[in-house]
């Protein structure tokens, strides 16, 4: 018989165990079985499944659990650790747990999990304290600010039947959280994710109320204008389109996006519009409670439409109590066109550009937009801006045919510039197109500008630390990525990419290929990650694994070529890119 492979995943285990099981047991059997079943009924089983967790086994007084997202696993364990804390009182013999979480490749077999991933969250686990937690320092890197403690930096351990070192994270309820021992459970539920002291908000597509589906293009742009605008706003944390929009066309519980996306408040609303009339409804939800902070109903002309976003971003400002400076409100009260023909083909354009599927047909679509809008009113920056990006994915894509793509989309993003200077967007294509150049001075320069314009822009958060990647810097990189990440934590995908280059190039091998495989896992076509993986592999020496992934990524895309991968990344210190071609070498394989 033919074996069959092992089926692999990329996992966050998290590793649970009683303090003193074997003492409790000689002292009083029966008890303590009681306690443990009490624990694991009314605490333990609800809070994995709270967090989306899959309790794999358990062992005595032990736990081994697997979740999809560290968040929810830390998340998990916070809520388990301070929940016994609160329960515990002075002369009660009590359940005490050590926990240790780390993110890895495991073997399924059947409902069971094993692997290097299994076994570094169990000597994770012997290193916490008791009522502590124990992360591993991929996961400490990976939550980022995304739960409300901070983990201490343990330093680096060796531990039994592991080859290197570890650097381990830890939390515990006595170590500076002062409100772990007066929190309740069903409050920590509530909670699960942090809402961090900055005032934050997610902008919800508005549903089309207008019963037409082709009139979705406008709804979906009067959103992504309302988080454009209030993401100049430097006292307030807004999250990404990309990730607030993953909520459209779905009935969702504000409280569970506020959770998930870790934000105090939600902007939802829907649109009308009937030929030149539009209403507007919005209104601004509390995550925590679900009570309404604010809410208006607009009932204008399209042509006051500009008028309407500036007063639904000024009214929740206000209600958020965030005090704005007086270029921030100059930046959001400034129309960007006075006609309404030439803003519906800019919106009409975006949200094809924006589209999940993008072919040679949508640039097309999108391209015609954008030069129609520019007919129409040829001092409107932001159409400019659109065929610049569009030029852009026509570079990396080779839709058209031209060979001056990328000059084209420099061209135009130029001409945004000259008409607005203070448009983020246009700072941002440029800073895209400077990258691409090799320019990484010029790239920094460029973001640096979009960002003192609007704070939040993912983006060029983003884009800043692949400049830091690639011009010599990478683990310079790793706090712009974790703050992107914040902004936009449901499409994490590239930013994952982005990290496990910044440790591949860092020479961090084990955590560039846990980065990858959390690429590959949330982007399963991708054939980039599988390239970058295969070095690391190299590297590490697992040239079986690096041979699998290679026949995968040739599956996926034939015509993928490492040395050209390699050969188009703009590296300043050409050794860096030695680096990766070494580890590559190292697999044995021939392209």
């Known amino acids: 018989m033919v074996e069959q492979p092992s089926n692999r995943r990329l996992a ?19 008890g303590t079985l009681t306690a443990l079943k009490r624990h694991r009924e009314h605490l333990f089983d609800p809070a994995v499944a709270a967090h989306h967790g899959r309790v794999v086994k358990l062992v005595g007084d032990g736990a081994l659990v697997e979740f999809g997202s560290v968040v929810d696993a830390v998340n998990c364990a916070l809520v388990i650790q301070r929940a016994i804390n609160a329960r515990t009182q002075p002369n009660e013999e009590r359940i005490s747990l050590r926990i240790g979480i780390n993110l890895g490749d495991v073997i399924i077999d059947g409902d069971d999990i094993y692997g290097d991933g299994v076994n570094v969250a169990a000597r994770l ?16 890197e990976s939550i980022g600010s995304r739960v409300d403690v901070t983990f201490s930096n343990g330093g680096e351990v060796t531990v039994k039947n592991i080859d290197r070192p570890i650097r381990v994270w830890k939390w515990h309820p006595g170590g500076g959280d002062a409100t772990a021992t007066e929190t309740p459970l069903t409050q920590i539920d509530k909670s699960a994710a942090s809402h961090p002291e900055q005032a934050s908000i997610a902008v919800l597509p508005f549903d089309n109320m207008s019963g037409d589906p082709e009139q979705e293009y406008f709804s979906d742009g009067i959103s992504e204008d309302i988080i454009t605008d209030l993401s100049k706003v430097g006292g307030l944390l807004v999250i990404a389109r990309n990730s607030s929009f993953t909520y459209k066309g779905k009935s969702v519980d504000i409280r569970t996006v506020g ?27 509390d995550t925590a409670k679900g009570a309404h902070l604010w809410a208006d109903r607009y009932d204008r002309e399209l042509t006051d439409i500009f008028a309407v976003q500036d007063e639904v971003t000024c009214q ?21 066109t006075r006609s309404v023909e030439a803003h519906d083909l800019f919106l009409r354009g975006r949200e094809t550009l924006l589209a999940a599927r993008k072919t040679k047909e949508t640039f097309e679509q999108a391209v015609a937009c954008f030069t129609e809008a520019i007919e129409i009113d040829p001092d409107y920056a932001e159409p400019y801006v659109g065929l610049a990006h569009a030029y852009n994915h026509d570079f990396q894509n080779h839709w058209s045919g031209r060979t001056d793509s990328q000059e084209r989309s420099g061209y135009y993003s130029r001409l945004a510039l000259e008409k607005d200077p203070n448009l983020p967007y246009a700072h941002y294509m440029a800073a895209l197109v400077r990258f691409w150049e090799r320019d990484l001075g010029g790239t920094t320069r460029e973001i640096d500008i979009a960002l003192a314009l609007n704070p939040n822009f993912a983006l060029a958060i983003a884009m800043r630390g692949v400049g830091k990647i690639y011009g010599g810097a990478p683990l310079d990189a790793v706090p712009d990525l974790e703050r992107a990440l914040r902004l936009d934590p449901l499409m994490d995908n590239q930013y994952w990419h982005f990290t496990g280059s910044a440790y591949l190039i860092a020479g961090q091998y084990e955590k560039a290929a846990e980065a990858f495989r959390a690429r590959i896992r949330l982007s399963p076509d991708t054939d980039l990650s599988r390239g970058l993986l295969i070095s690391a592999f190299g590297h590490l020496g697992e ?49």
Not at 15 to 26: E, F, I, L
Not at 125 to 140: F, H, R, T, W, Y
Request: hydrophobic letters at 45%; aromatic letters at 4%; glycine letters at 8%.
């Open 12 to 30: 966050a285990i998290m590793v649970a165990d009683v303090v003193g099981y074997s003492r409790m047991m000689g002292t009083d059997e029966a």
């Open 125 to 140: 686990e012997a290193l916490a304290e008791p009522g502590g937690i124990c992360l591993s320092s991929i996961v400490n």
């Open 259 to 285: 959770r998930e996306l870790g934000v105090a408040a939600v902007l939802e609303g829907s649109i009308r519009r009937a030929g030149n009339r539009v209403r507007v409804n919005a209104q601004l939800i």
């Open 316 to 336: 929740i400002v206000e209600a958020l109590k965030v005090t704005l400076t007086p270029a921030e409100s100059a930046r959001i009260t400034k129309a960007p």
């Open 543 to 591: 040239i079986d694994e690096a041979r699998r992934v290679w026949a995968e990524l040739k599956e996926i895309n034939p015509k993928y070529s490492f040395s050209e991968h390699i050969g188009r990344l703009p590296f300043n210190n050409p050794a860096d890119a030695d680096k990766i071609r070494e580890g590559y070498a190292k697999t044995g394989l021939v392209e």
